[in-house]
């Protein structure tokens, strides 16, 4: 099924069979977090099997996932599921392990699923104690996933209902609050042809709209199998290549579908480049070293203005920088600075300074393409931000 996700970040990407989107067309960067546990590639099937249940069970209680275990893997059938699952994965710039496809590769075998043993080695090394420890599993498992468990048990109910409401109307009829909505509800109930017609509908109102170009590329290539979205695919991650990892998975999901996993290799290949590109951005900006540099932070005055009321708001806060880091990867994507200086009053506590600069941090709500950093804590920065036009946005009186 599609999964409907944040834009595309630089910090995270939800591992999906279907990624398909709901995207602002901003390049803001966003953590996109998987709303409930995930394991390794093998497993993750019969985790999804559990976890699916909580659509219809409001009672975590009555899930035992741990006494399923043995069960699951005695069919072949689903022995098989996982092992398609985990073979479509390869291995990339951030593992730590070569994947399964790849060592079986090396080791020039096949994988076939196995007929299921007549005795586990659980009950033959445990005995009596493997029932007592399914048991202290599930009960753990279940406090440990009782917030999440109800959190996706309400949200599919809402959507369910929301589906059942919006379906009825004339798509074409539904404001734009409703067609967004609409295009998530099908998404998450498995609609997928209503949720390509709310798509149409959505770019035929903006013609310009990411989000809904995404998703038909998405249906068109996997849904429908037409093979002539690829050529559109490519124009589309020349032009907007912040949307290149998604739209490589589409298609390597076509290929993969189609028995033709030769011709995804260089789809594996854009992603694994991207990856690498990804994470040294990301560790590029994870922190501010006395060798680099700074430019203007390029923001419209009307921004500028906002910031500049919020950092009134603080009084421990006597004066801010604002300036973009330069960076060497993915610079399309901005680095802000955000460096302040404190002035506390004589008779505060430290403690009571540092509860008020970490709330002036994280009441921003800036995004992530924010960094916060005092002023004094690196040599030479202050110095070198005063260098840089227009950096000295705040100073209070």
């Not at 993750?44 to 899930?63: A, G, N, T």
């Not at 589906?163 to 998450?188: P, S, V």
């Not at 993969?256 to 030769?262: F, I, K, L, P, W």
Request: with cysteine.
């Amino acid at each position: 099924m599609p999964c409907i996700l944040p834009p595309p970040a630089l910090v995270a990407q939800t591992p999906a069979k279907h990624p398909a989107l709901r995207l602002s067309g901003t390049k803001n960067l966003h953590f996109a977090s998987a709303p409930f546990p995930r394991f390794s590639a093998f497993d993750s099937v019969f985790w999804r099997k559990i976890w699916d249940k909580s659509h219809h069970e409001d009672d975590i209680q009555s899930v035992r996932p741990y006494a399923d275990v043995p069960q699951f893997f005695a069919s072949v059938e689903n022995v098989s599921e996982a092992a398609e699952f985990a073979l479509k994965e390869k291995t990339n710039y951030s593992a730590t392990h070569p994947a399964i496809s790849d060592r079986l590769e090396a080791l020039s075998a096949s994988f076939k699923a196995p007929q299921a043993p007549a005795e586990s080695a659980a009950a033959r090394l445990l005995g009596a104690m493997e029932a007592k420890l399914i048991c202290r599993f599930n009960d753990e498992w279940q406090v440990e996933a009782q917030g999440n468990w109800q959190v996706s048990h309400n949200e599919f109910r809402s959507w369910s209902e929301k589906y059942q409401a919006l379906r009825e109307k004339a798509i074409q009829d539904l404001n734009d609050i409703e067609l967004d909505e609409l295009i998530t509800a099908a998404n998450r109930l498995n609609d997928y042809a209503l949720f390509n017609s709310a798509n149409r509908e959505l770019l035929r109102r903006y013609p310009e709209n990411s989000s809904a170009t995404i998703n038909c590329f998405w249906y068109r290539l996997i849904i429908e199998k037409d093979e002539s979205q690829l050529e559109d695919i490519e124009k589309w991650m020349e032009k907007f290549p912040e949307y290149l990892p998604n739209l490589c998975r589409y298609a390597i999901e076509f290929y993969s579908d189609a028995g033709r996993e030769q011709e995804a290799e260089p789809f594996y290949e854009r992603l694994e480049n991207y990856e690498y590109l990804r994470n040294s951005a990301q560790e590029e900006r994870s922190l501010i070293l006395e060798s680099d540099e700074f430019i203007p932070h390029g923001l419209d005055p009307d921004i500028v203005a906002d910031f500049v009321d919020y950092f009134d708001r603080y009084p421990v806060i006597a004066k801010v920088y604002l300036v973009q880091k330069s960076v060497k990867y993915m610079p399309e994507y901005p680095c802000y600075v955000i460096a302040y200086r404190i002035k506390p009053k004589f008779w505060q506590t430290q403690a009571k300074v540092d509860e008020q600069v970490l709330s002036f941090i994280d009441n921003s709500g800036l995004s992530q393409d924010y960094m916060f950093i005092s002023a004094d804590s690196v040599k030479g920065l202050e110095s070198k931000l005063k260098k840089v036009e227009g950096s000295g946005v705040y100073l209070r009186k």
